[in-house]
């Protein structure tokens, strides 16, 4: 199993920054895929960026630049800077790993941080 922890959303103003983190614990070397994800109420989950050994690290098209995942394998931990932000980036931030043991795929969320842009 994996355990995931996020931190680091809260109020920012438009045209801000915040860092999100996302600490990884447990089976890491089981882990195939990592990711950001985010939801609004009333909304499936849209994929941020993503990160594979294989395929490397691809952003959403309305990230634009934006944001920047990096990842520290020492500490176990990625990151989400997000620089630009705008009031459409509001909303609840997830940090999703993706492990395959043999033929089976399991997917690990943590609890979401909250990110709110607003003046």
């Known amino acids: 199993q994996v355990q995931i922890a996020e931190s680091g959303g809260g109020l920012v103003q438009p045209g801000g920054s915040l860092r999100l983190s996302c600490a990884l614990s447990?089976?890491?070397?089981?882990?195939?895929?990592m990711g950001w994800y985010r939801q609004t109420p009333g909304k499936e989950p849209e994929r941020v960026a993503t990160?594979?050994?294989?395929?490397?690290?691809r952003y959403a098209n309305f990230v634009k630049g934006r944001f920047t995942f990096s990842r520290d394998d020492l500490q176990n931990t990625l990151y989400l800077h997000m620089n630009s932000l705008n009031p459409e980036d509001t909303a609840t931030y997830y940090c999703?790993?993706?492990?395959?043991?043999?033929?089976?795929?399991?997917?690990?969320w943590g609890q979401g941080t909250n990110v709110t842009v607003s003046s």
């Open positions: 999703k790993a993706q492990t395959i043991v043999g033929r089976a795929a399991t997917n690990y």
């Open positions: 447990g089976d890491i070397a089981s882990i195939y895929h």
């Open positions: 990160i594979t050994d294989k395929n490397g690290v």
